[in-house]
């Protein structure tokens, strides 16, 4: 069986979605959190992800080149 997240959405309901969903939701304001293992995350009440820093010299990631 795939990973489902909990959500709460906007109107209050509690539902299991697709992981690959999230992110859309998110940016189309329908949700008001979603469950981690940590605990609910409030959309705009707290942080969602860390920024990555730039890591420089060798074994620099191929993607912090386009964050300088």
């Not at 906007?10 to 992981?19: H, L, N, S, T």
């Not at 008001?32 to 605990?39: D, L, M, Y």
């Not at 995350?41 to 080149?65: E, N, T």
């Amino acid at each position: 069986m795939a990973r489902m997240v909990n959500v709460i959405f906007i109107d209050g309901a509690i539902e299991p979605v697709p992981p690959s969903l999230l992110k859309e939701l998110i940016s189309l304001r329908e949700i008001r959190a979603f469950e981690r293992t940590e605990g609910w995350v409030y959309i705009g009440q707290a942080p969602i992800r860390r920024k990555l820093k730039p890591i420089k010299g060798p074994g620099q990631r191929s993607y912090d080149i386009y964050l300088e």
